[in-house]
């Protein structure tokens, strides 16, 4: 079984990206702080660290998708950033003003406050948009699975002499 590059680091990104959700929402206040119990200190440590390992991750996600590109290789659906579908481009462009925010935050925060505060505005109303977005993305993904699985059971009973199985019978009478 081979395994894709870009499959593997599609779930890594994913796996991050909730743990630096579930961290920064701990840090917005009270209303979240129930989920590292209310251990602000740890929360922000983690969200830092993982941080970094996200922006690395993007980095490689735009050269992979960058190479890609440029050897021409469209035999297959990219599981990355840069694709045919809007969604790959909204996660392109959140992460990149998740990257620039953070990083604002990051360096402002003792020295220019009203930077800080904006950023901090931006970067917590994007996650609840992009909570929202990556909700959505998990329906979709599960009703293609779902139709695919569907169309291919209908093409294998065409392929057979046009017998449906039992269930697809009863889904035709109804």
């Known amino acids: ?6 499959f593997v680091i599609h779930w890594l990104w994913a796996i991050v990206f909730a743990i630096l959700a579930l961290s920064g929402l701990t840090m917005v206040g009270a209303k979240y702080g129930w989920i590292l119990n209310y251990d ?20 490689i996600v735009i050269a992979y998708e960058v190479i890609r590109i440029i050897k021409n290789k469209q035999d297959r659906l990219p599981w990355l950033v840069i694709g045919r579908s ?7 462009i959140t992460t990149l003003i998740f990257i620039i925010t953070g990083v604002i935050i990051w360096i402002c925060m003792d020295s220019n406050m009203k930077a800080a505060a904006f950023a901090l505005y931006v970067h917590e109303k994007l996650t609840f948009i992009v909570l929202a977005s990556v909700i959505w993305h998990i329906y979709v993904k599960c009703h293609d699975l779902v139709w695919t699985k569907t169309a291919e059971t209908k093409a294998t009973a065409k392929l057979k002499g046009g017998e449906l199985p039992f269930r697809q019978k009863e889904k035709r009478m109804i």
């Open 40 to 59: 602000i200190s740890t929360a922000d440590y983690i969200h830092r660290t993982v941080a970094a390992v996200y922006v690395l991750l993007t980095f």
């Open 86 to 92: 809007g969604y790959q481009l909204f996660t392109l």
């Open 1 to 6: 079984m081979k395994i894709r590059f870009d």
